[in-house]
């Protein structure tokens, strides 16, 4: 499925360059990831509850080994506007509702290999890919209830992180953005190619049994 349809954004949204950019110059990357087996399993019939569990297993494995360095060091007000985007405790969420035998976040494989995040821009670079996969969350999670039922509703809490709040979070995140690195190009570049190495590095852990 390809990231294009921004029908939701306002227009003034549409226009921010760093976001356009970032849309533009990460997709090839998106669909890479896409194309990674634990996530195109995902849209298969014979999708098992033991292949979610993995895959939530993974994304801990990658969310909680990257977002410390996301959201260390960040000027108060900044932190202030993205604290609530963090996502490991969700995942703990739905790994701990996942039936894993003796399930203990801390003795659990992280990944080793995720992108230097030694600026502003590098760390809202990897910050865009993490918030990105919300919206693609929003199809994927329908799909997870029309294929394995409501019971499976309780675990989807990283999926389906910010409620009815996804497009709203989504535009509060592009303004944040745009007002930033908007008309900055160095550090406009420095944030994609961030995000391009964020996209590589999941879709290399993703592959890593
Ligand atoms: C099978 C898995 C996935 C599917 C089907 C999918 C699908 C989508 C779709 C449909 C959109 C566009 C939403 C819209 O504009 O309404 C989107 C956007 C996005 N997704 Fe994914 N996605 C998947 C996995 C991921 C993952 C794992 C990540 C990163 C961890 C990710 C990051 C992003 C980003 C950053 C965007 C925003 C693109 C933009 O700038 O507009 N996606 N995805």
């Not at 009815?164 to 908007?182: G, L, N, P």
């Not at 550090?187 to 049994?209: G, H, K, M």
Request: a negative charge; hydrophobic letters at 40%.
């Amino acid at each position: 499925m390809k990231p294009a349809q921004d029908h939701f954004m306002p227009s003034a949204e549409k226009n921010s360059s760093v976001m356009a950019k970032l849309k533009t110059d990460t997709s090839l990357a998106h669909r890479q990831l896409e194309r990674n087996i634990c996530l195109s399993r995902l849209f298969q019939t014979d999708y098992t509850v033991g292949e979610y569990r993995y895959l939530i297993a993974k994304f801990y494995g990658f969310f909680s080994a990257i977002e410390p360095f996301i959201f260390a060091n960040l000027e108060p007000a900044n932190h202030a506007l993205l604290a609530h985007r963090r996502k490991t405790d969700l995942l703990v969420k739905d790994l701990s509702l996942l039936d894993i035998d003796n399930f203990n976040p801390r003795t659990m494989t992280l990944c080793d290999q995720i992108p230097v995040l030694n600026s502003f821009a590098r760390q809202m670079g990897a910050l865009y890919v993490l918030e990105g996969s919300t919206l693609g969350g929003r199809i994927i999670s329908k799909k997870l209830i029309d294929h394995f039922g409501n019971a499976i509703i309780p675990t989807l809490n990283y999926y389906q992180s910010y409620g009815d709040k996804v497009i709203d979070e989504w535009s509060a995140f592009h303004r944040f953005m745009a007002d930033r690195f908007d008309g900055k190009e160095i550090e406009t570049n420095e944030v994609v190619s961030a995000a391009i190495e964020t996209f590589s590095c999941l879709d290399q852990w993703l592959q890593t049994s």
